[in-house]
């Protein structure tokens, strides 16, 4: 099992940044990408960014150029760093882990409250 705790949400206004964190424990070797996902008021969730172990990088076309997903293996840590923010990015946003052998992702954290007022 793996075990994800992300951090970092808030209000902030349109334009401003936010940095999220996601912390990973547990059997952390089972896993392979990280990413980060989101789900707005009355809409489905959706695909922000993932990176893999390797460091390769994947953006939904919509936070390109604003959002930077990265990731620090020695701490176990995935990072979004969210520029430019628009009132479109408010959302629960959820770290995920995908699993190594089936490609699926299977855990999720329990999320983090992004809001951005214009």
């Known amino acids: 099992q793996v075990q994800l705790v992300e951090s970092g949400g808030g209000s902030v206004q349109a334009g401003g940044s936010l940095r999220l964190s996601c912390a990973a424990s547990?059997?952390?070797?089972?896993?392979?990408?990280m990413g980060w996902y989101r789900q707005a008021p009355g809409k489905t969730r959706e695909l922000v960014a993932t990176?893999?172990?390797?460091?390769?990088?994947n953006y939904a076309d919509s936070v390109k150029d604003r959002f930077t997903i990265s990731r620090d293996n020695a701490k176990n840590t995935v990072y979004l760093q969210m520029s430019a923010l628009k009132a479109d990015d408010t959302g629960v946003y959820y770290c995920?882990?995908?699993?190594?052998?089936?490609?699926?992702?299977?855990?999720w954290g329990q999320g983090t409250q992004v809001t951005v007022s214009s």
């Open positions: 547990g059997n952390i070797l089972s896993t392979n990408a």
């Open positions: 990176i893999t172990s390797g460091g390769s990088r």
């Open positions: 995920a882990a995908q699993t190594l052998f089936t490609g699926r992702w299977d855990y």
